[in-house]
């Protein structure tokens, strides 16, 4: 079936999903499968690959290619597929985009480039250069934590100024500037302007301000939850949006039950979804790509406590 | 001609060479190889290609084999040569590594992965898995300003008794704790451990206080100064070697002609050492890695006032 | 007229009142008694003296021993006083916290110690005495942007559940770690525990999460329009508190009316609220605390600019 | 007996005085008399009080005001003392000066201002005001980690011009940044200006450099070390001053022998210097200011087994 294309002001949860292993560290397809089934099963309004919960950073562009392949296939038209297309330079960008592009996205969500340090001049020209090489539509991915870059206000929005890029996905924990963005969209009229958070724990919050989705790595582990809070959100059902995303806020205790020191902050964050992932049955193993430490057997006990108290289990 | 082994406890000015592109952003062959025999002439005693200086993170795999193909077959033996393998993962690193292996260097320079956020027993795994792939010496790369993750005393310690690491080039800029580093090495006896530093206005301190090389990125544009600072060192006439050090630290300034907001600060820094190449008539070109920002006209006046005053023009 | 207790399960906006000067940097009380009032009769429910916003330490102790004597007095009861008690350690805060006692607040505002740096427990230490030491509620302020170090969640429950302190004002920027606090506050019933937030371009998300009030350094500017939200919020009407505060945002704009490099991020955004009050005829003059930067005519017509948009003038 | 000027070109080894407390947090003077004297006999050339080694900031003015008046009098004109003006704003800076001055001292300390965020320029202005109110030499006192704002090259050398500063203190741990500095004031011809380190574990580079002096809280510990490193350096016995300097770099560990988390990074450091002048006999306890927490009886013996080892016991 053919891939869909991203709908103008396209909106609702994306989650970012993760990448499920095998026990030796390569892509396990049927895990993914079932991962990508699960969420679309959610009600979740597009899928997203190859983001920093995917462990994009952590896998080879083989096994990007090979994630992209089963996402784009198993997902069959149902919703929109976006990637990621995360490299440290303009040229190596482009190139994950056009593997991205081959497998049949529907989008990118490029990062600016990083290792290195960049003006928001040249951050600009990064993003210019991805979009003209692609036919395909851009969102800008805001994540200074991974990148060390923040995209500042204005430079989003002379990107959306010039077609440049479709949209935002924010990561960046910065949620007055975030609203301060989607109020210069409005006041703009830039209506088909797709603006995402990845806050998940204050997302009806960001719905409230005028958010149009959300990118929750949390969706992975209860996608059916996120679906219900956006629905919840537009119907401006706004005590029973913030109850659901309470809920969704005390799950979201899996990322902490790892051991500070053996393992890093991104393990043990991903891990924490991973784990909680394959005791839902969803993927087999809860394999970190190397070299980042798998949540031992106490740790997977303490996720599984907090799945049983959630109910998800 | 065969490559050159890494000799144990090496030693020396070990320049990281830049990456001269041609106008279309290709790697330019003539001009590294220009820039090699360059610095070999000049009397350094090994090159590191693929560090950061070396616009690495900005170029594609295939720029890098071409890359490390060229220096490696232009020094033709005369000097060892190390090779940058920097990702974001291991797997990736490690494919870094083996290009680089295939090219015939003699050493590996490895960072921390990036991008994610890594524990120090994680990063140790990232050098264990490394070394064990590849039949080659490592030096350990500590460059938080790049992986905003700093490589502590204890980590680096440990793999050097583990056999892990051969040396470390630290570009962290913490020269107290680079002298525990080097106190620590000599207290324990691991005499074949090679420190560098990448600190290269502070080199003759360096050396004073027990380092045995260093990774000038401003050796590019005078090796022959950096060696003499070296054979000053090694007879330990340091009022001498204080006077080379400070006429190179006023060379130093190419790096901030570059105009603030255009341009980043890694275009900045590079650009001034590719404008001070080019117009010294090594490399052909001061294009820079996109999206990166070259120095215009009035900036490499600038560049050029520098170089005459310093006698290098 | 006798000072007013704070009530348990302190709630509403309590705006961080800016210190006029006069122009040779001495306290404009005239000009002090004229804002206390514009705030009481915009409708807020307390006010907060000697704050980051209030310049506190730009001042010396007699001014701010002068600026809590003139805010008791002239608010006379009518709402609650609050004081900061922000000093570098323990028995300085002690002393500020006498001081204010004497003049008569309702209760103390207490950042962490800083310039030294401290643990946790440390800082839980420092709470701890100054709560022995006075008869009166305090509140924990966090603020890392000025102290440098974050209280952590785990921090405040501890002190709200040992009675140390009776409320948090989160001056973090941080809004997922405070709805947090509020949902821990909410599930362990402390329900006198006041969780104020000082993020005040996104205070009906925090109301939607549960906040009991905002202090907002803006709220000096224009209280009704804080006390309108603060209504709405309470109301439930998500949608016009919504609207409110966008329009609040738009004001916000002030802030950033001066010439970067003159003037530094303090008092450009200090400078852009005193510039306020003085157009609008609150404050005679727009003098900032040495060693920092008035606001000059050309900056000064900008904000007059936004305030007439905003029809505030 | 009188005062002692401050010399033009002040230079030499001025240990920054660890402030002696008794059981309940007052100054213990007899101690501090010991301390004094314990340091000119071991041969510093001057003594500075009110640094942050003194833990001024733990203090009350009247704790600052009995520290100068016992330092002053038992120095009684042997070296000069220097004093920290150290506050939040220009005129509390004013007033530490003035005590400073009645107390007799040579010269002030001065850090940029803190709390709030500064410009260069404002922080210019600081310095400025200060200068001018007092008929005292000022020195520059660059400490990032505590005020969190660097004192820029340009701005030092801008104040040394203007002769608003007669000196630097530098602990910013950017040595190449320090060696600018120096090479900067050769250049200019500044030769009255005074450069001192706080690095103290790299003293020996930075005599090579062209420091005048430094300024070692280890000083405390172990004078006598400080002064011998000072003559070497003087006499350009490179080999010996590093010797000696390595010597001391050993004993540095004591600052690392308080559990993490319960203390903080300040009172581990600091603690280690008192408790090793406890051990050593110079001062009665090793109390730190509130809320600072104290090595506990496992932590002192781990400073004593150092101080064996160092023979300093």
Redesign the interface.
Known sequence: MANLPLPKGFKGIVPPLCTPFTED?EVDTASLERLVNFQIEGGVHGLFALG?TS?T????DKQRATVLEVVVKTTAGRVPVLAGA?D?????AI?QAQTAKQAGVSALVVTP???????Q???I??YR?VRAELDLPVMAYDIP????LKLERATVIQMAQEGIIAGLKDSS????NF??VV?ERNRLGLNDFSIFTG?E??V???F???ADGCVPGLGNVDPAGYARLYKLARS?D??AT?LEQ?RL??LFSIINAATV???????SALGGFKTALMLRGIIATNVM?????RYNQAEVERVRAILVEAGLL
């Open positions: 560290h920093s462990e950073a952590l896998l080879t995360i440290t330079n303009t040229s190596r190139d480039p990083f290792y290195a340090r960049f003006s001049a040249e951050v020209e990064h250069q934590v991974a990148v060390h924990g910065d949620e007055a609203r301060g109020m806050s724990l204050i009806d919050g960001a409230l301000w005028g401006e706004w005590a913030r309470e806020y005390r020191g053996r393992t890093g902050p991104t393990a790509g190397r070299p980042m430490t």
